[in-house]
């Protein structure tokens, strides 16, 4: 895993949507829900949780998509499809941009998985956690106060 090196500038798939990041991660994690598999196509989604302060959406107008009767809303390019952030609603401190958007995704590394209950059986994630579902609310604190201690030295914002 290499250093972070802020800011982290993005895109999607074609490029009409473009993002940038300039505070550190407070939390990174893999998703193995099968809502996640199905909205990335994939065993799992992978999620950097930053300060909303800290995002932005540089160019471009993201659509609301990925909708299952909940309040989350999942940000995505309207021309290509890609899955780009999601916002929790009543969670307005923090926002969830999938790592792959970035130019640079080799300091990424999930220190978290959750619904484990749900994943596929040769799925691996090399995370430092493991949850069957989410972690209670009481437990993400102490989460990022230890996300942030194993990736300080591994983080150089600049």
Known sequence: MRELQLPLAG??????????????????SACHCAGCQKMSSSAYSL???????????????????????????????GHCMSWMFTRPAGMD???????TMFA?????????????SQMLPFAQTGAMKSYERFPEMTEYEGLMKEYDAWSRSRFTPR
């Open 11 to 28: 895109v999607c798939r074609c490029g009409q949507i473009a993002i940038r990041v300039t505070r550190l991660p407070l939390l990174t």
């Open 47 to 77: 999620t950097s949780t930053f300060p909303v302060e800290g995002f932005e959406v540089l160019e471009g107008e993201p659509v609301i998509g990925g909708l299952h009767g909940t309040d989350v809303h999942h940000y995505f390019c």
């Open 93 to 99: 401190w923090f926002v969830n941009v999938r790592p």
């Open 104 to 116: 640079d995704t080799g300091w990424f590394r999930p220190f978290i998985e959750t619904y484990t």
